[in-house]
Every structure is written in structure tokens, then in C-alpha cells.
């Protein structure tokens, strides 16, 4: 599961396919078996009191899983999200970016699954949890 | 689970309480045991190829059972999503709304659950399943 | 998504093929959509207080929509569960059976999902909800 | 989080109050944020081709989950779950036991919520992963 394409070639594929995406997330890292998104909160993302949106949170453990992949099996695949499940587990800290590490617990030729873990930047207990499955088209 | 609010009163309660969601979501109406909500499809909602972005669908969802629940116990209680899981089933139609009929299976004290099926406007196949828990805060 | 199998057939190979499973499980009915299985509730299925274990209920919501995808592709294929998930509900009703009703939403040629409601039998509050998805082998 | 309780008070309670389940599960270790359970792998565990059933690794991350839970707030409390979701990720491997490693993510006053990741022993690729929610009830 060692990634084929870097941070740059991510991020620039992201720009390119999910213009709107690119404004709310930001390639951090990728890691060994996985990749730290960020989710750049701005007031669109924002409910009543101030905590982040549910879609949005789910938003940024699908872009986090989706990129994952992509990094191991390279920017031509349309792998679409087939299921996910996500707990909310704490009210995000305000002002604060959020980050979500993914990691890849299953990369095959036609699933793909993986779990992120969603913080406030640079606090420790988790905001939400989440998995997603991917379902990998053959190769033509 | 009679409703103790009318659809106006939900979609004024909407459109106050969530100003943004009200752009996209419209409360269609009310059933015996929840609600059918539509997402106007917009641009914004769309991904490359066509399809309606994952979160957007999972926003519908959300939406739908967690008004689905006040229109039962009120418009002051600040229920918050605690667990949520979708499966998404097949593309949906193009340039027709969705529509998320959403059922309520428990209303707690304490937990309320309930799963929507989300169908393309005029099409009987679904689009997306989905499931959510509520956390009901205390009455005070 | 008619079926092509019989309530007789399906209960013949349930019990060819997991001869364990059949002491619990009964064939009820084929639906339009789906199927209707029956769990006998026995000693062994029990926790303290007279529940039903989470782990009998979720193997009643699996095996009711293997065989609902079972009646509708033949007994020859090989489908397995990738993902599952169950809201517990409610507490079964003592002495009673439960009964799981099944509706396929999606027989794909890779993937298939459906989702389950369970109750007590003669009850109409569902005791546990619970949807499933499974991988289905290429065609040889 | 620190548990208050030890393998071994957790062991004896576990016999006591589920004496089926302590013929399959056993106490490996506690961990700074969960546990570790076995499963004693047996042939009523199997299914045809030799794979563990679904229902059993569900019983697995649920106890894992359970204990951790009880490791913290003493074997007083009647937790029960209230949603579960499962990937099932390979085969196990034939002929080993199966390790599930549990992490609480949230133990909150009402709700607690906990991932598994669930392997062979011995291997590294995980077999299953899963997430649990306990509702906890209120002190009397």
C-alpha cells in the first residue's frame, strides 16, 4: 500500500476533478497506510452553536478515504463510495481547523475500505469516527 | 408519533433555525410515521459525471429524520446526530430532484432512530438507504 | 427481482448447506421485494434479563437477506457479507418469536443490499432495524 | 480512562453474568484506551469453506467493546449496545484464534462509543473492523 503519487500530484488532481472540494480541503500528509486531510472550517460549514456540520464532516472522511486510494492505485480509477458510517463523537473546538486521518484497512481489486479519525487541530480526544467503502471499477 | 407541528411551522422553523439548509431542502409533507423532504438540485450539488455528491445526499437524510423528530416533540429541543450510515445504491437521475422519505422506528427519552429511502423524483428504484440516531437532550 | 427459488428450495438448502443455522433459522415467506424469516427463539439465544443476544439478531438480518439475494440468483453463488449494521431498538417481547423482514433495495451484478426489520412476533414495534451488504462473485 | 477494574475482576464478572459467552472470549489485556479479547476459535464457529461466521465477530467486537466499557466504569452498570456496524475485510486465516482490539473513542454520561479492529493471530491484515454505541444508564 505504498503510495504511487505524492502530496502535490494529490492536490493538484483534487484542484482539477473537485474544484469545489479544493476550497474546503487540503491534502496535510500522506502516511503509510493512509493520508491526514484538513478541513479548512469556514462559516458555510458552521450550524447553530457553532459546531461543524454533520455533511461536512462526513464530506471530509469521504474526500480523506477517496484520496487514499487514489494515491495507491493512481488518479485514472472512478471508484465510487458504496457505504459509510460515521459517529459523532464531541463538539469540535471552535476556530480550529479540522483534521482527519484516514488509513486504508482493505485495498482490493473490487472493494476499497478504510476509517478516519476526525480531531480538532492539536487536541487529542476524537470529534467523529467514521468508515467508508469504495467500490473499485475493473481496469479497462 | 402523531405530529405536534404542521409543515408550515417546520418550514418556518427551518428557515429560521437552519438559513442555509433552507436554499436546498423543502419539507414535502408530513406522513403518519415521518416525512418526505426534497433536495431542489442545484450545481452545487453535483460531482463530476453527474451524480449528487455523497455528503449533499447524507445532508438530506439528516435533515429529514431530524425534522421527522420535532415535528413530534417540538421545535425547542436541540436533538444532535449521534451515528449515521448510508448505502448508496445507483446514480440518480439526471435533472430531477430527490426525494427522501424518512420513517421513524424509535422515539426515546433519551434515543431516536429512524432510516429514509432516497428516490429520484418519478422513479421507484432507490438512490440511497440511510439511518440515523438522535441524542434527545433532557427535557430541563 | 422475482424470485426463482421456492420457500421449499431456500429451506432445503439452508439446511444442505448450514445445517447449524437451520435449527434456528425458518423460511417464513417470500415477499415481492424480499423475504420473511422467523427466528426460533430458544434458551441459547438469551442474555440476562431475557433479551435476545445483539449477535442472534444480527445473524437473523444476514442470513434473511442471504437468502432473499439467494432466491432471486440461484443456490450456486457464493455471495459474501461485507458490511453490515443494526440499530438495537427496543427489548423483544418474552416468549416470543422474532420475525425479520427483509427487502432487497439492490441486486447489482458485484454488489447487492438490502435492509431488515425486526419484531416480535405479533408486535408492531420493530425491535431492530439493519441493513447488509454483499459482494457477489463473478459468474464462472 | 483508566480502567479500575483488572483482567481478572473483568474475567470472573464475565463468567458470572455470561457464562455461554465465556466458553468463546477470553480477557487478553488491557490497554491505556480498551482491550484486548480472544476468540477461541471452535468447529460451531465455522461456516462452509472454513471462514468464521459474521455473527460470531460481531459477538466478538461487541464484548470487546462491552468490557472495555465496564473496565472503566465497574461491573455495576447494564450498558447495552445500540448500534453496531462491521466490515468484513478477508478470510481469517484456518486453524488460529482471532485477537480483537478494542479502543474507546467516547465514554460519555449517556452514550460510549468504541472501535474494533479484529485480526488472526499472528497477522497483520485485519479480518474485520467494527464500531459500537453503548447507551449507559443513568446512576440510581
Redesign the interface.
Known amino acids: 500500500m505504498t503510495p504511487i503519487m505524492t502530496e502535490a500530484e494529490l492536490t493538484e488532481f483534487m484542484h482539477r476533478?473537485?474544484p469545489?472540494a479544493a476550497d474546503d480541503f487540503h491534502v496535510e500528509r500522506l502516511t503509510p497506510d493512509g493520508i491526514v486531510m484538513r478541513l479548512r472550517v469556514a462559516e458555510?460549514h458552521l450550524?447553530?452553536?457553532g459546531?461543524i456540520?454533520?455533511?461536512?464532516m462526513?464530506?471530509l472522511a469521504?474526500v480523506a478515504i477517496y484520496l487514499a486510494i487514489l494515491a495507491r492505485i493512481g488518479p485514472v480509477a472512478?471508484a465510487?463510495?458504496?457505504?459509510?458510517?460515521?459517529?459523532?463523537?464531541?463538539k469540535p473546538a471552535a476556530g480550529v481547523d479540522l483534521l482527519g486521518e484516514a488509513r486504508l484497512?482493505?485495498l482490493g481489486k473490487?472493494?476499497a475500505?478504510g476509517?478516519v479519525?476526525i480531531r480538532s487541530e492539536g487536541l487529542d480526544?476524537?470529534v467523529a469516527?467514521s468508515?467508508m467503502?469504495y467500490?473499485i471499477p475493473p481496469v479497462r
Open positions: 476533478a473537485f469545489q458555510r450550524r447553530p452553536g459546531t456540520s454533520g455533511p461536512t462526513f464530506g469521504d472512478l465510487v463510495t458504496t457505504n459509510g458510517s460515521i459517529d459523532f463523537l464531541r484497512l482493505k473490487v472493494l475500505v476509517d479519525l480526544a476524537p469516527r468508515s467503502t467500490s
